[in-house]
């Protein structure tokens, strides 16, 4: 499958399949691949155990071997923050996040105003045993009254 080269960002996007997480991919001698590792394998060869192969373009599609790297998941992780691409699993930040930091502080000040943890839960949608978390500060423990 030919892949054309987009001519302002010089990468190759992957026109086959894609998966959930949005990298191409393929079916490979009975095992499925990313796109961009098979660009990688059919232009340098085997990739060595515990390396992951980058992209310097932050493109999951593209799969020009220009734009691709080898490095640990340390480094690749390391490459994501500094380039200010990692999402933050705490607070906010989370996918699993059912509230936000300015609700977690109005728990805590109406839970010390007297509510009860339930009723606060119910409203939050949140349960109530993270809602006793959220006031005693094992939840949302960076999140302070100025926000």
């Known amino acids: 499958m030919r892949m054309p080269r987009d001519t302002e960002t010089g990468c190759m996007n992957w026109r086959g399949q894609v998966s959930n997480n949005r990298y191409g991919f393929l079916i490979h001698a009975g095992k499925r691949v990313g796109a ?11 990739i060595e155990a515990g390396l992951c192969v980058c992209h310097r373009c932050d493109n999951r599609l593209c799969v020009n071997v220009e734009h691709l790297f080898l490095g640990t998941h340390a480094e690749n992780q390391q490459d994501k923050k500094v380039k200010g691409r990692a999402r933050s699993t705490y607070g906010e930040g989370s996918h699993r996040a059912k509230i ?13 105003a007297g509510e009860t943890k339930t009723a606060l839960a119910r409203e939050f949608g949140i349960s109530q045993t993270q809602a006793s978390a959220i006031c005693a500060g094992r939840a949302w423990a960076t999140v302070r009254e100025g926000l």
């Open 100 to 112: 936000t930091a300015s609700q977690a502080v109005a728990i805590r000040h109406r839970a010390a």
């Open 36 to 46: 961009h590792r098979m660009a990688w394998i059919l232009t340098h060869g085997e």
